[in-house]
Every structure is written in structure tokens, then in C-alpha cells.
């Protein structure tokens, strides 16, 4: 009896933390927390750091809060979950500065702009405030491996095509003719919109092959009712 | 009397219609580029009929696989995918890689054409999104030119040598150091050197392929205004607004604004006035918001030329208006009768 | 007096929040489905960036010289702080403004702009003035960008946009265009 | 540590300052909501269909609250989600009978005489403003499938005859295609009422016929074969006036079909002889109407 | 350059602002004196050939009816008789093909071949005599309506309403629609007619000046007018307008003469001003002068696939079928027919439809003509916008009307679009323009009866 | 529903508070830890600036902050590890602890941002002694060669800044050309400007400076 019931609890944990990662990505399905997406992915290695933090952050904010969840008073609760994340993004800006120095610099701003980040705040409002720890934490790791998923993809496209390198590897050789327009602002909104884009394509690819298959079985079965 | 009726037609008046078709104005601009074509083959070699074409192909090869539509030409029959290739060719240097003018058709295509839906949909001007796209990609090569051909039999550059350039490998370049021009604008913006107008009227000077024979782009402006083909407002409200603007400048300090007559021989404003501005799907459908899409190109032509970083601005002044377009038709829709 | 209008013009179109900052993007996407929301947003955003500009320089100024390590968390508080206030004020005074701006003004509060715009000015070290030039020219920026983004959405609601471009793909796309034809602004009277 | 003794003072002001300001806010300045009707609201399904009668789902989920509706007007949410909402209401989820739309007309393609071909805007409601369209029924379906896009639970697929057959497991009943069909073929019925008279012309007797292989005529024998007054004959068509009849007698000596029997879908099985051998044409101008319609709508 | 020129060029002629200059196409009938169509065997009469009320029969089937004797009484105020155009027998009132498409009730009439069709009819009074009342009444009891088209009773038209006033009468006599030659042939014909015919009308209104507009390819028409006019008691003056169409439209009209615009949902009265067809006053004049009540009208059936174009009077009730095999049909060539004029008509699908009261042509084309083009796309042109008479924008009204944008599409006045065609005349993309505008309006009407 | 029980406002006063007292005695923490290197590293930043500029023989470098009186250098004590607010140069100072010059940071509008950067100057032969980008916005490929592109740094190895710096195009003819970067004209303008513009400022106090230095030494 106890164990079925921490199968269940596990199943229900795991399903918390995966469904982050795909099915409810943040940028790709919930086209949330866009600013960092875009603003500091044009190289694969910012795009990793920004997971990085958004991941501490988020790891951290949602622990906090759905432990505090039955304290904290309704109406003051956003402004506690801001003044919460804030605390540790700023940390997370501060270690920044002091371990990676450049890292920072590239990062720019975006780092402090966690705080706002629609993701964040709104994780913690839509889930966090709402869950238990464990689900919590679990809905955070997978919306943050999520989240550094996205960043991963577009930055990896985006250093590959506009600087010909991959974490500073060069990828073609030296006669390799950059995209410029990759690391450039327009470069990203373009590769978002091409991932998305190729999403809904294979997403229809995939449905349409289940129709088929669907039909085929639908025939056979006429056809058998038939003979 | 019912003998005959299966073969009765039932449509809704009118039972008469004007004569032109969409795909007969297109063959028009189509007639209209071959001899700017032809200019610039002559202007800059072989190599820039190679530009034209492989642009051409990129823009119909797109066109042919993205649109969903295969049977047969499928929509390439209406002609407007050739014409946004060819006229993106005419808008490129001479000397640019090849792979760049296929990719720069490709993506004129799919990102300024198909992603909205195909023909008529589209808010941006195809072949600029696709010279904005190679613009920003690679800013180096679709900023090096190279000087007309001197002459068509002269061992030094005949009109058959091809700049290496042209011919580097997809994703790559090649590295040379050859003879680079600037265009009048590049000239004057950073060297302060003029050129003289008669080049910039024959044509005779460093520039896109299609757009330095002024003479050449006036009169296949006429030829079209003349059949009807184009909207003829849209223009001359440009080209006066250049000119408004020029002027007032020049007249304010004659020493730091070039005269009218340099911006509007120069660079790509009249190749831009009679073959893009000139669009009907991007650009306002009313007539009112034709003025006012002409005159707010003409200001963003000269702010950008003059005070900007860049030398030239008709591409980004044509998008930009582009962009503003369904606020111009929304602000400018005629008074309806009797109201 | 020149700065100024460099700093304006430098936030409202070279180096527009939106488009090339990728600041305040999700309420960008979210609200400029129609023009009319997009005025309204528009406006709200500017008066807020202002307000914004403004708390945050007198925080910055009077309270935090001696506690940098506070700003973030100061200002983010500050600007969620006043834009409450400005709602409550607006929602008892004029019901009619609160029903028009009002309802984007929660939008408003965790929104990148508000609060890059406060780290900028600081780290740019602007003073009242260069903020308030600043805070303008972002909320221009801003809402030149929402108008004509709600302009071209509005226009391909009449017509078919493919399925598999139709929504976020699209919107994207539209930004990528809109942010290349900005480049033309680039180096505008940076050498004047 | 003066450090920690600004930071705890700054901090606390500011907080202290926000939360009284916040305090202020709450006690007056608070609108009431009942906060079950976000909670309702997202238990129905979201399509404001106006199947209820209400306009879109969060009016019907306010009168629900005010319980002038009951749960079970929402057609489109299934059995198990009416009972969670009337649950969670703690009130009865009045379930409702099944009702679904039904086709008014059986004269599809190679059965209903045509005698031009019309050519434009492929739409019911285009084509009829075009001398009505280009069948010699007036009253009759124009296969332009209107319905069919009008339908957001895609209910509706046309046949092979270009009629429109209604699936009754996806339809709801929100009466769209009623009122999109420009020749008012569609009623609601009960999906229990199984005598469904599919022609809407009141053309009678040899003027029915001519126009119509399937058209009621008017004969009158439905009429007389089935229990007194359950089927009327008014305006040149049969009422049936008692909808929960439960023998097809009446639909046996219909010389044309126009009455019939229906289980299930309409046109299921092909109970209408195909007179005319006109099916594999049909498809053909199906698929071209559906080519057009593509072009035309991307 | 043409394009140009001609924007640059300001018109000498009055008219009005946009429109369109379709072909003429006149040229086969605008010199064939009227002929008479000989009787057929049945007549078909709907009751409802006018706007406004149907007429209810007052005949029964196998009842004798003679020329002119009325089979149905106006059904109310804006309604009128309906007369018998022949002697005969009523086999029927049944549900019969209208040119609109749909079955509606008419009464059918035997003619009797025996019978001698008679010429003489009842005695009316003279209207300039006896009182406005009963003028109008006679006028409504002789089946009047407007033959311009929209069959209008003529004395609604007449009747000025209390508190109103009117200032001038209007004929019009642009036939601006391509091919049809009718109203050109009656001014010529008739000129005489015509002016009696407006000067009843003007007195009955009270109006102190009359125009008639007429375009300048009908020279003949203007001068004949001209030299008929000069024996009228009140001022009337003769308008040469230039050619575009639809400078018939009564709206385009008043803008072309006044220089005026009606107001949107008002009509000509509001502007003091009341427009009859000269089709109309001719008819007039003949009803008092004879006492025919309207039982025929001058129909003009062409187009490529007739062999003999004619003006023709024909009674109405005639089958299309029947006036057509009488002008030479091309059988089995013949692949559209259209009721009315070409840019505004409706095209037939069975052509044992009967003439009315408003139907003007009668155009026959072959498959030469009829161009059916493939559908484009919009490429935002323009071209409808410089065309609509009313200054609408078709090219955005048909993106509303298909996504259905129905508070947009009044927002952009389609209301005002009164289906003129000019629009789909010149989409270079064959966007079948004015059909969209139809179908808006029924989004319009269907949202605003559901409210 | 217990949610529609009403907090009382003390308690939402308190509840704000603590989180704020608590917020900010965890930031201290956070920051006193943080803070030595990341001062560490800023100085870093700076002395590898320095370095390219002067050389492998520099050593170190020190603070000077302009004085109140805008018109004369304060030395800055740089023991505690942070760089001070406010106008600052840095002086490149060799093995020797001699002086070898000035670091001056600077900066302006560029083609797309601000761009920073920290040059060399030597106020008494009047000459600019190499220049490094700091921070800059530039296209990459074009406008960022200002910080990589080996030629154009040439031109600030030995920099005449009397009358004022030249940009031209092509030949560099005079010891106060630079020359532009072709494809990146705006952005080497940029440069050109900011120099000047912080020359402006900066000579009259760095040529009283050395003055003062070389006289006390003479002395
Ligand atoms: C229609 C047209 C539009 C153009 N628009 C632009 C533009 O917006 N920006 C641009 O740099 N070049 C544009 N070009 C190319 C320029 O006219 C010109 O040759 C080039 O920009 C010279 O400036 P440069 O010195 O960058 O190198 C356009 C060319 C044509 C034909
Ligand atoms: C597009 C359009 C064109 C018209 N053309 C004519 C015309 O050429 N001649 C005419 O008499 N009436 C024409 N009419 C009808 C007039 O608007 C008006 O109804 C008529 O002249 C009134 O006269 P009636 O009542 O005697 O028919 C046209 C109407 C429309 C909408
Ligand atoms: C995408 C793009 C990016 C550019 N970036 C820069 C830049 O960072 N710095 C710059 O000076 N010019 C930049 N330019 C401007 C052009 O390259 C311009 O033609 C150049 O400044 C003129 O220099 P040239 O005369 O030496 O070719 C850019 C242009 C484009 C299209
Ligand atoms: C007068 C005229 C000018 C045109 N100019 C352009 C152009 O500048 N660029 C382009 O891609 N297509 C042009 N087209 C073709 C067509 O309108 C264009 O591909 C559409 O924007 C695609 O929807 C032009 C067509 C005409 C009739
Ligand atoms: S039922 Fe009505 S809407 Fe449906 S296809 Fe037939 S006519 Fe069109
Ligand atoms: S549109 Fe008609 S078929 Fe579809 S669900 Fe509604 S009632 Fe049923
Ligand atoms: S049909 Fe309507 S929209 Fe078209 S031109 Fe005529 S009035 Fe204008
Ligand atoms: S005329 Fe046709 S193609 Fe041109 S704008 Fe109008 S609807 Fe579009
Ligand atoms: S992350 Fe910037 S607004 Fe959402």
C-alpha cells in the first residue's frame, strides 16, 4: 500500500519535472520569459550561464515560496515573491561578477533582469504558491532545464551560423563567411521564430502520419467487415 | 426551354471586365527590368547578369518549393516571384558571392513572402527583406563594389572576367585583395568628394547593378506609368519629397547638404521610386496614403543619408514605410459619399 | 541640450528597447493584437517609464549611494511601489483613464523595461534630466513599436497566414523584419 | 557592521512603506468576486460556443453561480465534466437530453436537378445571392459547405453527394450552422426523434419531382401510415408532430425518400437509391471546391 | 501616359468624382427603331415585380381576363396593380421562376389566339386637371413603377410626404449600363412623351425646374429632347453628362448636376429633390393619354449570341425564352443570359423566367464573351478604391466580409455600397467584389436581427 | 473557500517587513563576501587595459581622481582594492615605480551604442600612446574592429594629437591621421571623436600634471 502510493507520488513528481523540459517548454511552448531568450543567446555559452542562474533562481524562489506558501498573506504575495527573487538574483549577479567576470559583462544586464523575468514570477505564482515542495522543486528543475534547453538551441544556432564557432571552437574554418545577422538582434527573433516554426511542422508531420495510420486501420477493419 | 440551361454560367455582375490582369502587370514590370538588366551587364560584366540570374533562381526556387502549391507552375504563373528575384539582383553589388544572391532570393521568398501567405499578403517589400537579410548578414560584402567596366575589350577588366569573389563557395569567401569602388554616396559621405552628375545620369559610376543609369530608370518609370502599370503618386511623392527635403538643406548650408539633384541621381532612390515604392502590396492602397507614404520616404532617405551612419537609406526608408503602411491606409481611408 | 535629444532619439529608434534591446517583450507580443490596445498600452508604458525614471533616480541619489548592492532589489520594489500607487490614484480619480490605461498598468510592473530602464540610467550615471530624456525615448520606442506591430497583426487577421507560421512564429518573424528595417538608424547623428 | 545595519534599515523602510501602501490598497479598494467563478470558469471547456444560451462561457459560469443555468446546459463539456461542475456546485447537473443538428434536405448531387453551373465566391451564402445557385430547387442545399467551416467542432464533413453530414457524436448542437445555412436546411432535433423529413421545397407532386428525385411531393402517405396526427402535411411538407414516434412505417410507402428513418448520422448508410450515377463526378467537384477553397483561404 | 493625362485633365463636362468607362457596346441597337414582340401562347406575371408589398391576386384560375384588366390590387401603399398584358384565360397562380432566382407566385395567363388583343382602354382623367389624389391613385392603379430599374411605385415618388418640399425634378436618361439602348431609343422615339410625362410629374411634386441628364454619346436624344421641349410650360433643362458609369445611379447624378451628395441613408428628397427614369415619364404620359396601364415596356435584347438585336416593346409576362428565340438565338452557343444591363443585371439560370416591370435588356453572350478568370489574389491595387462612386474601399470590405468582421464592415460604411460593380470591373485580380458586398450585407442584417 | 478569509493589515505590514529585513541581511552577506573580487576584478580589468597599452614593461598602475577644483590630479590610495566613483586616469607606472604615462577611459556615441574606451596618453610629447576598446556595441565584422583590427590600432601607437586627431580615408599621410577602417568608417570616426573630446578635457590637466612632475624633479 505504501509503496503504490510513493509510486504514484514519484510518477506525479516525475511528471511535474518533465513536462517542463517538452511539452510545456517556457519559450518554445509558452513563449514566456523572452527578453533572455533573445537578448543574451547569441553565443551557446551565454546561453548556458543564463540557465544556469535562471535555474539557481528559480530552484531557490520556488523552494521559499511554496514552503511559505501558507504564510505568506494573500494580497502582499507578489510583492514578497519579487522581493524573494530578488534577493537571490541578486546573489546570483554578485557571484557572477566575483567568479566569471566576463561571463558577466556579456550577460550584461540580464542577469538583474531575471527579477522580471515573466517565467520566474509567474512560476512562482502559477505553481510555487500553489504546490507542495517537492512539486515545486520538481516543476522548477524541469521548466529551468526547459528554459536552458531553449537557450542552448537558439544560442548553439545562433554563435554557429554568425560566428562559425561553438563554444568558441571553430566550426568551418577560416574562410567561413559569418552570419552577422545571427548575433544581431534580428537574428534572434528570426531563429525563434524558425524553431517554432519547425515545432508546428513536425508537430503536423507527426498528426498526420497518426491519421493515416489511423485510416489505414479503419480500412482494414471495413474491408474485413466487408469480406 | 430547358434543352440548353445545364450549360448556362451564373457569376455575379459585372459580365464585363477592364482588360489588365494581375499577371499581365507583372508581365509589364517584368518587360520594364530587362533593359535596366541590360544596363547593368554593361556597366559591370558578365558577372552581374550572373548576380541577376542566380537571385532570380533563388527567389523562383522558393517560390516553387514553399508555396504548397506544385502542380504545374503552380503559383509561379503569376510572375511576381521572378520579379521580386530579378529585381533583388538589380539591387545587389556586382561583385557579391553567388551562394549570397541565391541565399538573399531564398530568403526574399520565403521570409518576405511565403511565411504571410503568398502574393498580396505581405506587408514587407520580398526583395528588400531580402537585401535587408544579406545587409545584415554579411555587411562587408554587401558593402564592397566594384567600378564599372572600363571597357568591353581592355585586357585589364573586359566585360567577361568575373570578379573572383563571385564565385567563392557556399558559406565561404574568398579572400583576395581586389580593386573595390565606392559608390557616390560612400563618396561623399566619407571622402566629401562629389561626382559628377552626368556620370550619375549615364550611369557610369560604382553602385548597385540596377540602380546607376538614372536616364535608364526614368524613362522605364515613364514606359510603366504610361500602361498603367504603376500607381504614379507614390513616385513622384517620393522623388519630391527627396527633393523638399534636399533642398531645404542645401539651402541651409550648401557646404555640408549635397544639392537635390546628387540625392536624387544617386544611389538607389529612383530605382527604389520606380520599381519598389511602386508595389502595390506594400505599399497604402489609398490615394491620399500614397502622398504620405512618398513623403515620409523622402524624409527618411535624406535623415538617414545625411545624418545617419549609413550611406544609403532606400532600402531601410522603403521598409520602414512598409512597416507603417497599415496605420497610413487605416488613417487616410477616403470619405465615404455623403457622409 | 544636444545629449538630450541623442539620448531620446538613441532609446526611441537606434537602439529601441524593443526591437534591439529585446526589452519588455512578452507584453509586446501579448498586446499588440489591435491598434487601439497598443495606443493604450503605449501611453501607459511612457507615463510609467517617467514615473519609473523619476522614483529611481531619487532612490538611487538619496538612498542607495552607500548601498549598491541594494538597487535591484530597491528599485524592482520602488517600481512596483509606485505603479500600485499610480493605479490606485487613477482608479479613484478617474475611472474613465483607469478603464483606458488602468488595466495595463499590473502588466506593466513586471515588465524588463521598467526595470532595465532604472539599472541603465544608473549604471549610465544620467542624471534627472538625461533620465527623463531617457525614460521618453524608451516609452517612444516602445510604443512606436507596439503601433506598428499591431498594425501588421491587424492587417493579417484579414487574410490567411500559412498554419504553421500563424501566432508566435509569426509575431517573431514580423519582430526580425521590423528590427532589420531599424538598423537603418543605426549611427543616426552619432557623428553630428 | 554599518553595512548590515543600512541594508536592514533601507530595507525594512521601503517594505514597511510598500506594505502600508498595499494595506490601504486592500482594505479599500478590494473588488468582491466570487472566487469560485474563476474556478468554474475553468472547468468549462473555453470554446464560448453559446450552445447554453449564454454568451461565451464565462456569462454561463456566472449563471451558474447564480444558478439560473444548470451545468448541464453545456453541450460541449462531456458527462463526467458536467458532473465534476454540478459537484462541485453542489447542484444538480440537469443533464439534457441529446440533441443534435439535422439536415433538411436529401437532394445532393446527381439527385437535385442543376441548371447552371455557378461560378465565384465559393460560399452557400454567395452563391445563393446568384440566382439562388445553380440548382432548379430553390429550397435545397447548395454543397458550398458553409456549415461545414461554420462548424467549430467539426462536426460537419460534406459527402460525396456535397451534402453535409452531421457527425452526431462531435456535434453539440450549437446551432452555428443554423444560422449560417443561407436556405435554413438545419433544425436542432432530439436525437432520439428519428423521423426526419429531408427535403425543405413546397413544391408538390409532378413540379417536386421534376426538380428533385428525392423531393417530398406532398403524397400525404407518410401522413396516413403513421398513429393519427403524428405527421402533418403543411405548406407541401410532412410536420412530424409527435418527435418521439418509435416505428418507420410512416417512411415505407415514400415513393421519393424524403422521409426517412435516420440512426446514427444522416446519409450513413446509403439508404437513397442513387438514381443517377453521378458519384465519382461528385468527388471530383468536391475536391475542386475544396482546391478553391484552399486557394481562397490559404 | 494615358493614366496620367487623364488625372491631370479635369473633365469640362459635368459628372461625377471616380467610376468607370466600360465599353459601349451600343452600337448594334442604338439605331433599331422599337419593334413590337408578337404575343405567345402563356404569360407568366409574379406578384411581386415592384419593391415594396406583393400584389394580391384578385383573379382565380380559368377566370377570362381581358388586355389591361387588372388580375392583382396594389397590397398596400407602396404596392401596385398588376395588369393582364393579354385577353386570355388564368390557368394558374402557382409558384413560378423569377429572375431573382427563386420560385415565387405569379399568375400565368392563357393567352386566347382568337382574341383581337384590344387597344382601347378605360378613360383616365387629364392630370393636369383633376386633383393630386386622384392622379396618384390612377397612377398607382395603372401598375406604375419606376423602369430605371429598381421598380419603384411611381406614386411613392410622387407623393411628396407631409412637411417636405420639393425644389427640382430630375429625369434620368444616362443608360450608362453597356449594350442596353432602350431609354435611348424612347427619348428619340418619344421625345414628346417624355416631356409631357415630366411635366405631369412636375406639377404632381410641385417642383419649380426639371432636368433631364443625359450622357453625350446620345447626341440624337439630347436634341430631340431639345427641340421637344420648347412647347413645355414649365422650365426644363436638357443636361449633356459625360460618359461613365454609373452616372445613372441617382446619387452619381445629383453629384453630377448639383454638385450635392445625398446623405448616407437619406434619398434624393432630403435634398429636395425627387429622379424618375424618362422610361418612366413616357409611360406616364401614354397612361393618361390612352389610359394603358403598364402591361409593356421597351426591352433591349443583345449580346453575341443573338443574331437579330432589336429594341422590342414586350409585354410583360413574356418568357426570356420567348423574346430571345424571336431576336435569333444562337442555340446551344449561348452559355450566359443576363436580365438587366451588364455591369448590374443577374445572370439566369432558367430562361422560362417572364419579363417585368423593371427588366431593361436582355443580353445573350457566348462563351467569346463570357470570361470566366480565375481568382487572384488581392495585390491591394487600389484600382477599386479610385473606381467606387461612394468612396469606399472594396478591396478591405471583401477581406472583412470573408472573416466575417461584421462591426468592422459597418464601421467602413458598406452599407453604402449600393452594388454598382465598378469595383469588380476594374480588379485586375477578378475578386468578385460586389458579391462579397452582398454577402456582408447579409452578415450585416442576419447580426442585426439576432440581436 | 478559506482564501476569502480577510489577513489582518498588521499582519500584512509585518509579513512585508520581515521579508525586506530578511532580504537585506542576506544581500550584505552575500555582498561582503562577493565584493573584495569583485573589486579584484575590476582592477583587473583595468591594469590589462593598462598593460596593452604600455607594454610588457608596465608594472602597475595607480588611481588618480580629478580634484574637486576639476583642474588637478588627486592620487588615489588603491590599498582598500576598489576603484573609486567619479573622474578618474590611471597612471602606468614600470618596474622601476616610475611613471610611464597616463590611462585616460573615454567615451561616446558609436554607430549603435555607447563606446568605451581607455587610451594612453603622453602629455608631454603631446601624443597618444595606444588605445583600447572597452565596451562597445559594435556590428561584429565591422564596427568591432576598432578593438581587434591590428591596423587600425596601429594608428594609436604614436598619435599626434596637435591640432586635433584626423580621420581619413585610404593614405595616412600626417602623425595626427588615422586611418578609418574601411566598411566601419562611422564606427573609426566614433573613436576619432571620443578622443578629442576627451583631449579636450584632459590635456590642459595632464600637461599642468606633468609640468608640476617634471619641475619638482628638475627642482
Ligand atoms: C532600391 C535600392 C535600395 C537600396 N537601399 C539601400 C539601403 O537602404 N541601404 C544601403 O546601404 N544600401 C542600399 N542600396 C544600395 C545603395 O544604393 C548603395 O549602392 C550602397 O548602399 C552604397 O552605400 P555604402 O557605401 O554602404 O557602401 C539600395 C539599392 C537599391 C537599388
Ligand atoms: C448603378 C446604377 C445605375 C443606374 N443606372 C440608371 C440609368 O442608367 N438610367 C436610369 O434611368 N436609372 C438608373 N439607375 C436607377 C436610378 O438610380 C434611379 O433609381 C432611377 O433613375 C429612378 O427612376 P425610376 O424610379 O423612374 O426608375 C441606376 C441605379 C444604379 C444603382
Ligand atoms: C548590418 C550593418 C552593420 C554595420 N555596422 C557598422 C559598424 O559597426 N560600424 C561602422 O562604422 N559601420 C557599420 N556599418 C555601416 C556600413 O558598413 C557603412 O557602409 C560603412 O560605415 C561605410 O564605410 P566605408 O565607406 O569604409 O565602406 C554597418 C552596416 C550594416 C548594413
Ligand atoms: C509595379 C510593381 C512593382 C513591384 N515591385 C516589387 C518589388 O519591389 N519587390 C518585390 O518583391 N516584388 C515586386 N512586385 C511584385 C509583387 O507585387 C510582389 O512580389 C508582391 O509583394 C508579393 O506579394 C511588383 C509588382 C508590381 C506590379
Ligand atoms: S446545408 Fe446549407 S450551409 Fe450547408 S452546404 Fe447546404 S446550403 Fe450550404
Ligand atoms: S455547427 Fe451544427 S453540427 Fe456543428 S456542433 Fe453546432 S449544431 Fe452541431
Ligand atoms: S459595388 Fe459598392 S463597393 Fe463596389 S464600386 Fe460600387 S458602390 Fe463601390
Ligand atoms: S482592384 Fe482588386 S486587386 Fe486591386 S485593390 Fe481592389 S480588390 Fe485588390
Ligand atoms: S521576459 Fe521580458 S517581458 Fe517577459
Redesign the interface.
Known sequence: MATKMDDEEKQKLYDEFVKGIWRENPVFIQVLGLCPSLAVTNSLMNGIAMGAAVLFVLVCSSFLISLLRNVIPKPVRISIYIVVIATFVTAVDFTLAAVAPDLHKSLGAFIALIVVNCLILGRAEAFAGRHGVKESVADAIGMSIGFTLALCLIGGIREALGNGTLLGYSLFGPNFEPWVIMILPPGGFLTLGAYLFLFAYFKERSEEKKQRQADAARNLTEGRRAA | MKRHAPDLIITTAPFLREGSSTPELMRQVLLATIPVVAAGTWFFGFGALLVIFTATVGAVAAEWFLSGNRSGLGTLADGSALLTGILLGLTLPPPIPLWMAFLGGAVAIALGKVIWGGLGHNIFNPALVGRAFLQAAFPEPMTTWSAPVSSWFSSSSPYVAVDPRTFALPLMRVKTDVITAATPLGLAKFQGKGTDLWSLFFGNTGGSIGETCAVLLILCGLWLASRRALEWRLPVAALSSVFVFSSTLHLIDSTRYPGPLFMLLSGGILFGSVFMVTDPVTTPITRTGAWVFGAGLGFLVVLIRIFGGLPEAVMFSILLMNAVTPLINRATQPRTFGY | MNDLLWIFVSAAIINNFTLTYFLGLCPFFGVSNKIDTALRMAAANIFVLVITSFSTWVLNTFVLFRAEYLRLIAFIVAIACTVQFVEMVIKKTSPALFKALGIYLPLITTNCAMLALALFQTTRGYGLLQGQAYALGAGVGLGLALLIMAGIRQENELVTIPKLVRGAAMNFFIAGILSMAFMGFAGLFSSH | MIGIATAAAIMTGMALLFAILLAIAYRFLRVEEDPRLEIVEGMLPGTNCGACGNPGCHAFAEALLRQTAAPGKCTVSSPTQVDAIARFLGVDAGVEEKRVARLHCGGGYGLALRQAEYQGYSSCRAAVLVSGGGGACGWGCLGLADCERACTFDAIKLNDRLLPVVDVDKCTACGDCVEVCPVDLFTIEPLSKRLIVQCNSPLKGEAARKVCSVACDACGRCAADAPDGAIEIVNGLPVVKVPSLTSERATFRCPTCAIQWVQGNQFADDTVAPLYEGGSIASAILSAHREDERASRG | MTGLLQAIRKSPQPTFHHGVHPEENKGRTNRLPVARMPFVGEYVLPLSQHLGAPSPPIVVPGQRVERGEAVARPGGFVSVSLHSPVTGTVKAIELRPHPNGKLMPAVVVQADPFASQRDQFPAVPDPLLSARETVLQHIQSSGMVGLGGAAFPSHVKAKVPDGKRVQFAVLNGCECEPYLTCDHRVMVENPGDVIRGFQILLSLVGAERGYIGVELNKADAIAALRAAVGRAPLPIEILGLEVKYPQGAEKMLLDAIFHREVPSGKLPLDLEIVVNNVGTAAAIAQYFDTGKPLIERVVTVTGDAVSRPANLLVPIGTPVSAVLEHCGLRQGEARQVIVGGPMMGLAQKDLDVPVLKGTSGILAFTSETVRVQAEMPCIRCGRCLDACPVFLNPSRLAMLVRTESVDELERYHLLDCFECASCSFVCPSSIPLVQLMRVGKGLIRQKKSSK | ?E??RE?S?Q???????I???V??????G???V??P??QK??A??VKKAVFKIYGEHTKGFEVFLLGSDHKTLQAFDMSGGALPEGSTVFGAVDSSGQLMGYAVPAEG??????IKILYGYDPTQKRIVGMEVL?SKE????GDKIGSDAKFRANFTALSVEPAIQLV?GKKSGANEVD?I??A??SS??VV?ILNRSLDQWRPILAAEAAKKSGAKER
Open positions: 473557500m482564501a476569502t489577513p493589515a499582519r500584512l505590514i509585518l509579513s512585508l517587513s521579508s525586506g529585513l532580504a537585506g541581511i542576506v544581500l550584505v552575500v555582498y561582503d562577493t565584493y573580487a569583485i576584478n575590476r583587473e580589468a556615441a558609436g554607430f549603435q551604442d555607447t565596451e556590428t561584429p565584422g565591422l580615408k578609418a574601411s566598411g568608417t562611422i570616426d566614433a571623436k
